[in-house]
């Protein structure tokens, strides 16, 4: 697995996808054997290949036989042979762990018919390997107490940081169909969510840095430092509107009431904007329609005032 991100982390690696799903799905198919072994009590007979040998009549034998490669080494069970026996037990597998590896799978099956992947597919494939790798270090750890987290590292490839994804591309039939796969599998309900995943999304937000930071206070000061907020930054701050903010004091208090009581303690905050964040309908009309919204840190002025439930 330590190779298969190697390879996927190099800056210009034009196989880099069909690479790692190759080395991603050998070291998973280590993994699951050992689990095997694990709950065979290292039984090496549960992980070989047994099959009837032809008798001179025609006919299979009753009798099983170890099944041997061609340089006549005794073969060992599939992935997917894995898959199955780890389908119940201490050891049970995740369903988005199977759906994660089926993604894979099809990746390796299907690089044959296509070398450079669009960026579509190279982006679609990136989130399945965060996925695979998420999953590894979970599993390695729940089941083999090991922790690999400073060893495997899936980062963003620079090369998706370049524009992102146009919906416009041209993609071949081969490589159309596989991506409608992938995003069946990826998008596949799972009834009981687990700390697995099938596929992860990065996301990357590029922003000017300086070497030195500054600690930002919000102030009425006069000969303060003006900093100009976009509708996205104050939404992230101001999050709640009046009624996510009644919904989440009902949740939080055991004696909460939108009564005269309540309307009472919140109108002064509402003028301290610390805890609130009028928005004008008409930016250029002051006295026109207003709507009020709230930021979480409100709650710990309504604590004075109420019970928080147990």
């Known amino acids: 697995m330590v190779a298969a991100v190697e390879i996927y982390n ?3 690696f034009p196989y880099r996808e069909e690479v ?7 070291a998973w198919e280590l993994l699951l054997k050992a689990a095997v072994l694990k709950a065979n009590n290292n039984d090496i007979r549960s992980i070989r290949v047994y099959e009837p040998k ?4 025609g006919r299979p034998s009753k009798k099983l036989y170890l099944k041997k490669n061609r340089t006549g080494n005794y073969q060992t069970i599939s992935l997917g042979v894995c898959l199955n026996e780890l389908s119940s037990g201490k050891s049970k597998i995740a369903p988005e762990i199977k759906t994660n590896l089926l993604a894979l799978v099809a990746i ?19 989130e399945i390997a965060s996925g695979c790798v998420h999953n590894f270090l979970l599993i390695a750890k729940e089941w083999f107490s090991r922790d690999l987290t400073t060893s495997l590292s899936l980062v963003l490839p620079l090369s998706f940081a370049a524009g992102g994804v146009s919906e416009a591309i041209v993609v071949s039939p081969d490589e159309s169909r596989i991506i409608k796969h992938l995003s069946a599998l990826v998008s596949a309900e799972v009834k009981q969510p687990t700390d697995f995943a099938v596929a992860l999304r990065l996301s990357l937000k590029m922003e000017r840095s300086s070497t030195s930071s500054t600690k930002v206070q919000i102030s009425k000061d006069q000969d303060a430092l003006k900093v100009t907020l976009s509708e996205e930054d104050i939404r992230e701050k ?6 996510r903010l009644c919904k989440h004091l009902r ?3 055991s004696d909460f009431l939108a009564n005269n009581h309540f309307h009472k303690l919140r109108k002064p905050l509402q003028t ?7 928005r004008l309908l008409d930016p250029g009309n002051p006295n026109g329609t207003r709507k009020d919204f709230y930021n979480p840190n409100i709650v710990a002025e309504f604590d004075k005032h109420y019970a928080v439930k147990k």
């Open 108 to 126: 390796r099956d299907n690089s044959v018919h296509y070398v450079t992947p669009s960026s579509v597919l190279a982006s679609q494939i990136q």
């Open 251 to 253: 949740t939080r208090y």
């Open 272 to 278: 301290d904007e610390r805890f609130c964040k009028p």
């Open 54 to 57: 032809k008798l001179k009549s």
């Open 10 to 12: 190099k800056p210009c």
């Open 20 to 26: 790692f799903s190759i080395l991603a799905l050998n």
């Open 238 to 243: 101001y999050p709640w509107d009046y009624d």
